[in-house]
């Protein structure tokens, strides 16, 4: 079945089969390898993707069913300027370890940030609920996040120490 | 995980999905928001050869109070119920339960309509409408069908739908002024089903308990409508014993298992407690109101 999906700003098409997921069609057909496959149980994340601005589990989606529709990956939050604040933010606060969940860790935290600019740590900790981290325990994606929104907010980061 | 092969439908309109539900009957699926049908696709545990997609159908999103009740379209989102201000303002075992669904990206994606006709006993919203007497409409090329939500859950992955009908809304009688309600969920971690939960919705009259309804998740193949424990309170002065009363009668109709989530003792009690606050809470909000 042929189908268009903008991904990332950029209009992309495919001839997939039915069946394929969408995180299959992103990395395989768009060869776009910063969304991860994890469990492949809706469980853990790693395969998030912001569909219409909304993270979703890609691995929980058809291909078919993104068609017509706008997808951000993790490659599509930088832009010509550099990376996004919650990049720069993840990198600083050292929000990541082995880096697998990283990329739908910040793709929540952006969505997070686009819909309430100034989140409490419980909104945070709320938001991130649905995707699992196997190596910082959370403490330094928190801070990471409330880093991101404060560098939006034109604001310095906090120092930590 | 690929699913086994299927033809891909996207339904234009329920006309459109219907007439294809007539072609292929009980070899099409209906998908909305697809976090139960496609792990199960993925686990081959169904392998529909058709899958009407219906997300694009229009008029079935929609939230709205009508001829008493509250109207809610099949494809309502999780995060729709746990976001609506009509719900969070009159329809408290709603509000309560919502935000507590699987986690918030299934909850971005997760339907009422596919949560009911997929019939989990550990789903959520199956207690939750038990307990506010809620019903479901059924659509078929024939006509439309009203059945009360405890004649469409069967059992165990199993409702009264037919192969050839789409539930198109939900309708959640309005409680009137002095009405509380709560869903009280025990899991193990955000995302998990629930070990145990007890959805609660209650009325006062003139002092007394008006209508109560209870409903246990996870605790037996189906939710369960703890009615005896309902009936004990209508009527009744709203007291302590009357809840803790409630609360044994309630443990008494559910039917857990001892699995990895805790033993069938241990969940029976956290029943019985659940029970109690729950409807401690509700009357709290009630007399409130």
């Not at chain 2, 949560?115 to 024939?142: I, N, Y």
């Not at chain 2, 004649?151 to 037919?162: A, K, M, P, Y």
């Not at chain 2, 009357?242 to 009690?269: Q, W």
Request: net charge negative.
């Amino acid at each position: 079945m042929e189908i268009s999906i903008t991904v990332n700003g950029e209009a992309r098409t495919a001839d997939v089969e039915p069946r394929m997921l969408l995180t299959h069609v992103i990395r395989e057909e768009f060869e776009l390898t910063g969304t991860h496959l994890g469990c492949d149980t809706t469980s853990c994340g790693a395969c998030t993707v912001l569909m219409d601005g909304e993270p979703v589990k890609s691995c929980t989606m058809f291909g078919v069913q993104a068609d017509g529709r706008q997808v951000t990956t993790v490659e599509g939050l930088a832009d010509a300027g550099g990376l996004d604040p919650i990049q720069t933010a993840f990198q600083e606060e050292h929000g990541l370890q082995c880096g697998f969940c990283t990329p739908g860790m910040m793709l929540v935290g952006a969505a997070l940030l686009e819909r309430d600019p100034a989140p409490s740590e419980d909104d945070i900790r709320w938001a991130i609920s649905g995707n699992i981290c196997r190596c910082t325990g959370y403490m330094n994606i928190v801070k990471a996040i409330q880093a991101a929104a404060k560098a939006k907010a034109g604001t310095p980061a906090a120092a930590t120490a | 995980m690929l699913p086994s092969a299927f033809e891909y439908h996207r339904a234009a309109s329920l006309e459109d999905a219907l007439s294809i539900l007539n072609q292929y009957g009980d070899d099409a699926k209906v998908l909305a928001g697809g976090q139960s049908l496609i792990p199960l696709m993925k686990l081959r545990f169904a392998s529909p050869g058709h899958l009407v997609d219906i997300n694009e159908v229009p008029g079935l999103d929609g939230i709205e109070e009508r001829d008493g009740a509250l109207a809610i379209g099949a494809l309502v989102r999780h995060r729709t119920l746990a976001t609506n201000e009509v719900i969070a303002a009159r329809y408290p075992t709603i509000a309560a339960a919502a935000p507590q669904i699987a986690d918030p990206l299934v909850r971005n994606r997760g339907t009422i309509g596919g949560s009911l006709t997929h019939a989990d006993p550990a789903g959520d919203l199956g207690s939750v409408m038990l307990a506010m007497g809620a019903s479901v409409v059924l659509r078929s090329s024939a006509g439309e069908r009203v059945v009360p939500i405890g004649e469409f859950l069967v059992d165990t992955f199993t409702t009264s739908i037919q192969p050839t009908e789409i539930l198109t809304e939900v309708r959640v009688p309005t409680p009137p002024p002095r009405s509380g309600g709560t869903y009280l969920k025990l899991e193990r971690k955000v995302g998990d089903f629930a070990t145990v939960a007890v959805a609660v919705a209650l009325t006062l009259q003139n002092g007394s308990v008006g209508r109560a309804g209870i409903a246990l998740t996870g605790v037996g193949l189906r939710n369960i409508d703890a009615a005896d424990a309902a009936s004990s309170l209508a009527g009744s002065a709203p007291t302590e014993d009357a809840f803790a009363e409630a609360g044994r009668l309630a443990a008494a109709a559910s039917n857990p298992v001892t699995d990895v989530r805790g033993s069938e003792a241990y969940k029976r009690h956290v029943v019985e407690v659940f029970t109690r606050r729950a409807l401690t809470a509700a009357f709290d909000t009630a007399s409130a109101g």
